[in-house]
């Protein structure tokens, strides 16, 4: 929750795409969060395509807080429901929500950026305006309070984690912007007469991509968690769609008398935001160019 | 003069400061209307449908949602520059009177944990920074991965529950004390939730000092010093954490601003009488007087912290007092 | 967290009380043998610590409807009737009533020497000034319409109050018995009663913190058996697994949960846990009104093709009993006369059939999330057994708030919901399912038969015949099956061991902490 203040800092400037996956797998934390990252979604996939041992919501009465075994590799719930399915089903869930929300702001945020960056003026004004307004509400209390306005299904909590990650993409991308107007060969090609939509998409746009990417990256370890916090105060994915913040949610009660029902998701949701902060971190490494040269 | 006064960067700040505020206000106002249901029918749940229209009508009027919206809103906003937040009909209180009461509450939690994640952030980050790709550096990242990853409400559930059953230590469950009442049992009370959220801003604090203290060590005039023969210990705490300061302090500002209100679910598992949990009751009972004058003084709060932690920054970084 | 651990507002307006004997999970306190401490001004007698997820909403009894402000209040004010913990109704602040031949006049004889907290005598006065108040729209008391066959007040001396009825009224005195009813003295303003509660009850308000605690002292001007407890706190604690990591450290020594998971690791956490079963119950209420469920046939279908054991099972771990429409222990539905006792898919089918649906049916189905525990396991369960007889429910699970809006509005085909149960089954039925009832515009359903039948429960004293007329009165709710009646739960009463005396209630009311007592 408190980490939505960390932000990608870095120069703008481009480099060529094709050494940087393979500097992101030399650099031993970008390895190690890719890993954990792959490995989760190819659990997460397979609930996708029907292929978990159990229906993550059909329930089995007698089956119910059985302790792990060959059966149940993570042990069951109150409600006889497999727990390796529904964690599997979670992550999914919550890469859903987490990804869309991302997305959205993403998009949004780097649009409102790069206007508010390039057109400056009114439009300035007006963007930084709305940005300061969003970032002086506190984050979580914002999403809790969206999250009840809509009715409420996976979209609109994706929805309501977007609108607060908005700000922090227009700020994060409005400063490279506002350096990259000034650069030569951008003003440049506003003098040869290209239009403007052309020169942001063209010259503006690539040169803040690595930003962007590294930036994508943190927020989505921050809606994991903005994600799972939201389900735990019950106002997350609805059930019975399984969650991750949701399953500790329910397992709190259980914790003495079942501790496997609280510790499969809890780690699991520990592994997801640390193998995206991970991530988050290579990129960061492999795309700063302050770094370039120094591994 | 006017031209001048426009320019002054500490008008504009001001200005756009209250502009900030006003967005805040009617961004909360709007949403809180969009949420379903009102403070009658949040009282009386499906009751509310037995109501006869007359006893409908007068329970408008006990609430004042019989006003019009846009009456509804200026005479809040007016209302808060003689000081009144409007009142709550569920506690039977001033909002003013209960904000004055829960946000030292969070207030004292949010300077108790940032103290903790200074404790735990800088040493760290500095122990990190001594000798980068080292074990002792490998630590240290490890520890900040963790403080990212591992949720509050996680931490906090385990802790509490781990404690409570096997230690029988739970002076939560003891009514809240103050810390004017009780000190002692305050400062208990406040130890595992300054934990939770200590231990989660730790982890941006250990990055920060790790990364100035890398990027000042190389810079020219710590290499002159080293030169001269500046002892490393001196070196390491007056130049390198001197210069470090800067970016912590900015970290440090950011991360109070944001647990003012994102220490909720903390404060709700652990029955601290915050300001979150306020807002959040607020929420819940559709006290709208109550969430909104809150907000807004979370809110305000917010761009104080901001603006000291800037004025703080041009005291303490040596450059800019330079020039 | 913070909906989740209230109960339904139906179960709030807890008008009904205790049934039968409460049954005991592991070695629960048996009633007040303690004997009394001696020294009876307030402060002794030991304290007690409740641990309460919230704090009440209001002080002001004729408009709490919440559970919590509900138990708060029952311990500070008094009523003309009663409930003991069997559920019937005697005397309180009345020492006795009479009913005239025809039915049509009711007189009560008050109790003497009755004083509020403040000092001021009790009288007819008050009596007058409060029934007259809770009838008047303008007052928005909640229990108004239980009011309705009251057409006059006499108080013809400081001891008696006469009611006039419009008609006979069997279940009027008890539904006296709610604190919805409370008896005010007539210089209290609510505005003064919403900071400085002035009742009659065992104990009197001490201080309040907000959000945080409420303490209670003993009343010792109380007219009956003195409370043996110096004082109460409930404290709030918002997390209901908190609670039982306070009650384990032995900070609070008394807790009611309505969620059987919380129980059993209470039980697990070495508390006392008694479970009481409750008259509230679980419910699908069917929208008759809106599209294919106008068709009886179709609602038929869907009452033939639940398996209700099966919902108790999964969704609320079997703790529970399968149930008719009336709850109370003297006029209980039998719940195998209904038309499908057990599930029947073959006649679901034939319904669906004679509706002209074989190819199944869409409802949209509302739940709401965190009222009450077990909701969405219902809603899931359910939806679950009717798509096996190509009933199909949309399920829509909204907020607490979202889900009130809804249900008010009767926007929903069908409603998954936890109802509140009365003693009487006049006053919990005949709001929703009679012609004039005040809730019969969500209801939807009502009919000449039911009408008459309510009628003649209501005119009739005669405790025989008043069974043999419910009987018919569920009988004829289930043939049509405006609702489908499912389970009805139990409430979970958690206390250390140094409680003793408490006798926990059928509506978890907390009314006999008057004869608790701590050591």
């Given at each position: 929750m408190t980490d939505i203040a960390r932000t990608a800092q870095l120069p703008p400037g481009t480099r060529k795409g094709g050494h940087r996956l393979r500097s992101l797998l030399r650099s031993p934390s970008g390895l190690t969060g890719l890993i954990i990252i792959v490995v989760l979604a190819i659990v997460s996939l397979s609930s996708f395509f029907h292929v978990l041992p159990y229906d993550p919501i059909a329930q089995n009465p007698p089956a119910r807080l059985l302790p792990p075994s060959a059966g149940h590799l993570l042990g069951t719930d109150q409600f006889g429901r497999d727990i390796f399915s529904r964690v599997a089903a979670g992550v999914a869930g919550s890469a859903l929500i987490s990804v869309v929300a991302v997305a959205f702001s993403a998009v949004i945020g780097t649009m409102g950026g790069l206007v508010a960056g390039f057109y400056r003026g009114f439009a300035d004004g007006v963007i930084g305006g709305v940005t300061n307004v969003l970032f002086a509400f506190p984050p979580l209390l914002l999403a809790l309070s969206l999250a009840s306005v809509f009715d409420r299904n996976w979209f609109t909590v994706a929805v309501a984690i977007a609108i607060v990650y908005v700000p922090i993409f227009i700020r994060v991308t409005r400063g490279p912007v506002l350096s990259l107007r000034e650069i030569e060969y951008v003003k440049a090609a506003t003098s040869t007469g290209q239009s403007q939509w052309m020169i942001m998409m063209r010259h503006v746009l690539p040169n803040i991509t690595s930003i962007i990417i590294i930036q994508v990256a943190l927020s989505l370890s921050w809606a994991v968690l903005t994600e799972a916090s939201l389900s735990f105060l019950g106002l997350g994915t609805p059930p019975p769609s399984p969650s991750l913040g949701s399953m500790i949610f329910e397992a709190r009660t259980l914790v003495s008398i079942a501790p496997w029902t609280m510790i499969a998701p809890g780690v699991v949701v520990v592994l997801l935001v640390a193998g995206l902060n991970l991530l988050g971190d290579g990129l960061r490494d492999t795309l700063d160019p302050r770094n370039r040269g120094k591994r | 003069m006017l031209r001048k006064l426009i320019h002054n960067r500490i008008v504009r700040r001001v200005a756009s400061m209250i502009g900030t505020l006003l967005g805040v206000a009617v961004f909360v106002f709007i949403m809180l209307r969009a949420i379903p249901g009102d403070q009658i029918t949040a009282g009386l749940g499906t009751e509310a449908a037995a109501l006869s229209p007359a006893q409908q009508e007068a329970l408008q009027r006990y609430y004042g949602l019989d006003q019009p919206l846009f009456t509804q809103f200026f005479s809040w906003l007016g209302n808060l520059f003689t000081g009144n937040l409007g009142y709550s009909a569920r506690a039977q209180q001033s909002v003013l009177d209960l904000t004055l009461r829960s946000l030292p509450v969070t207030f004292e939690l949010a300077v108790l944990s940032i103290i903790l994640a200074l404790l735990i952030g800088i040493p760290l980050g500095m122990l990190a920074a001594s000798k980068p790709d080292s074990g002792r550096d490998a630590f240290g990242q490890f520890v900040s991965l963790a403080g990212l990853s591992v949720p509050a409400f996680l931490l906090a559930t385990t802790l509490l529950s781990v404690f409570a059953s096997s230690f029988g230590f739970n002076p939560n469950g003891q009514g809240y004390a103050t810390l004017a009442g009780d000190p002692l049992l305050n400062l208990r009370q406040m130890l595992m939730p300054a934990i939770v959220l200590g231990f989660g801003i730790a982890a941006p604090i250990l990055r920060t000092t790790r990364t100035a203290v890398l990027e000042i060590r190389s810079d020219d005039f710590v290499r002159t010093a080293r030169a001269k023969g500046v002892p490393a210990r001196r070196l390491q705490t007056k130049h390198v954490l001197g210069n470090a300061l800067v970016p912590i302090v900015t970290m440090t500002g950011l991360q109070f601003g944001y647990l003012l209100g994102g220490a909720v679910v903390v404060e709700q598992i652990f029955s601290v009488p915050g300001i979150g949990r306020q807002v959040l009751l607020g929420i819940q009972q559709k006290e709208y007087a109550v969430v909104q004058s809150t907000v807004l003084v979370i809110a305000l709060t917010f761009v104080i912290v901001n603006l000291l932690t800037d004025l703080l920054y041009r005291v303490i970084d040596p450059r800019v007092r330079a020039s | 967290m913070w909906q989740r651990s209230r109960l339904t507002r139906g179960a709030l307006l807890a008008i009904g009380v205790a049934t039968a004997a409460s049954s005991v999970l592991t070695g629960c306190s048996s009633p007040a043998t303690q004997a009394p401490k001696p020294g009876a001004s307030g402060g002794t007698g030991g304290a007690l610590v409740v641990g309460v997820t919230s704090d009440p909403d209001t002080l002001f009894p004729w408009k709490a409807t919440q559970f919590q402000a509900v138990n708060v209040l029952q311990n500070i004010y008094g009523t003309l009737t009663e409930f003991d913990k069997d559920l019937n109704t005697v005397p309180g602040l009345a020492k006795s009533w009479e009913t005239s031949k025809d039915g049509r006049t009711l007189n009560f004889t008050l109790r003497d020497g009755v004083t509020f907290s403040d000092g001021s005598a009790f009288d007819s006065k008050d009596v007058k000034y409060s029934l007259d108040k809770i009838k008047d729209e303008a007052t928005a008391a909640v229990a108004a319409a239980s009011l309705a066959s009251v057409t006059s007040v006499d108080a013809p001396d400081p001891q008696t109050v006469v009611l006039h009825l419009s008609a006979p009224d069997a279940a009027l005195p008890s539904n006296l018995a709610v604190v919805n009813m409370a008896m005010l003295s007539s210089d209290d303003t609510e505005a003064s009663l919403n900071t400085t509660p002035d009742g009659t009850g065992p104990f009197v308000l001490k201080n309040r913190v907000a959000s945080q605690s409420l303490t209670l002292v003993k009343n010792d001007k109380y007219w009956g058996d003195k409370p043996k407890l110096g004082s109460i706190e409930f404290r709030v604690i918002p997390d209901e697994s908190s609670i039982v990591s306070a009650m384990q450290s032995g900070n609070v020594q008394l807790a009611v949960f309505d969620d059987p998971l919380v129980a059993k690791t209470a039980a697990a956490a070495q508390l006392n846990v008694a479970k009481t079963p409750q008259l509230s119950y679980h419910v699908l209420q069917l929208n008759g009104r809106r599209g294919d469920l106008t068709d009886l046939n179709v609602r038929l279908a869907v009452q033939c093709a639940i398996d209700r054991k099966q919902v108790l099972d999964t969704a609320a771990l079997g703790e529970g009993t399968v149930t008719g429409p009336i709850t109370a222990p003297a006029f209980k539905s039998n719940p195998d006369q209904r038309p499908c006792p057990a599930r029947d898919l073959a006649k679901a089918a034939e319904y669906l059939?004679?509706?002209?649906?074989?190819?199944?049916?869409?409802?949209?189905?509302?739940?709401?999330?965190?009222?009450?525990?077990?909701?969405?396991?219902?809603?899931?369960?359910?939806?679950?057994?009717?798509?096996?007889?190509?009933?199909?429910?949309?399920?829509?699970?909204?907020?607490?708030?979202?889900?009130?809006?809804?249900?008010?509005?009767?926007?929903?085909?069908?409603?998954?919901?936890?109802?509140?149960?009365?003693?009487?089954?006049?006053?919990?039925?005949?709001?929703?399912?009679?012609?004039?009832?005040?809730?019969?515009?969500?209801?939807?359903?009502?009919?000449?038969?039911?009408?008459?039948?309510?009628?003649?429960?209501?005119?009739?004293?005669?405790?025989?015949?008043?069974?043999?007329?419910?009987?018919?009165?569920?009988?004829?709710?289930?043939?049509?099956?405006?609702?489908?009646?499912?389970?009805?739960?139990?409430?979970?009463?958690?206390?250390?061991?140094?409680?003793?005396?408490?006798?926990?209630?059928?509506?978890?009311?907390?009314?006999?902490?008057?004869?608790?007592?701590?050591?």
């Open positions: - | - | 059939g004679k509706a002209g649906k074989s190819a199944g049916v869409k409802i949209k189905t509302i739940v709401s999330q965190g009222e009450y525990s077990t909701s969405v396991n219902e809603a899931q369960s359910l939806k679950a057994q009717l798509a096996e007889a190509k009933i199909n429910l949309d399920l829509e699970v909204l907020e607490s708030g979202a889900y009130v809006d809804r249900w008010v509005a009767g926007d929903f085909d069908a409603a998954v919901a936890l109802n509140g149960g009365r003693p009487d089954p006049d006053g919990m039925y005949n709001r929703y399912f009679t012609s004039t009832g005040n809730l019969n515009k969500v209801t939807g359903y009502s009919s000449p038969e039911l009408d008459k039948l309510f009628a003649a429960g209501k005119a009739s004293t005669d405790q025989h015949e008043r069974k043999a007329i419910y009987d018919k009165v569920s009988v004829e709710l289930e043939n049509n099956a405006p609702w489908i009646w499912l389970f009805t739960s139990y409430a979970y009463t958690a206390t250390t061991s140094q409680v003793q005396g408490f006798i926990p209630m059928a509506n978890a009311s907390l009314q006999y902490l008057r004869t608790t007592a701590v050591n």
